[in-house]
């Protein structure tokens, strides 16, 4: 059974950083990533992806705030949020698929799911 456990998550005032962090054994091998989130009472939605020769993409909200990478040594794909505002506030998810891809905005593809760390940002 594979998992993927996220950290990093946690209370910011509007203005401050988060690194989120997702681990996982799969990153042992060649995989495409992405994050979601989901605030309270809206659908999940995609903040930001990267493909198996770390191409980025962005949703236009995060854009210029916030950087996805991918630490093969140490398996693990980070989320680094700065310049966070109140509408940040979801519940944030890894997601991952096992080979090559594009940039992936759609959460279907992705059949490895993180629990979900949250991310509040206060005004």
């Known amino acids: 059974q594979v998992h993927l456990v996220e950290s990093g998550g946690g209370s910011v005032q509007a203005g401050g950083s988060l690194r989120l962090s997702c681990a996982a054994s799969?990153?042992?091998?060649?995989?495409?990533a992405g994050w979601f989130r989901q605030a309270a009472g809206k659908q999940r939605e995609w903040v930001s992806s990267?493909?198996?020769?770390?191409?980025?993409g962005y949703t236009d909200s995060v854009k210029g705030r916030f950087t996805i990478s991918k630490d093969n040594a140490k398996n693990t794909l980070y989320l680094q949020m700065n310049n966070l505002k109140p509408e940040d506030t979801a519940l944030y998810y890894c997601a991952a698929l096992v080979g090559g891809c594009g940039i992936i905005s759609s959460p279907s593809p992705y059949n490895y799911w993180g629990q979900g760390t949250q991310v509040t940002v206060s005004s």
């Open positions: 799969i990153f042992s091998q060649t995989y495409c």
């Open positions: 990267i493909t198996h020769n770390s191409k980025t």
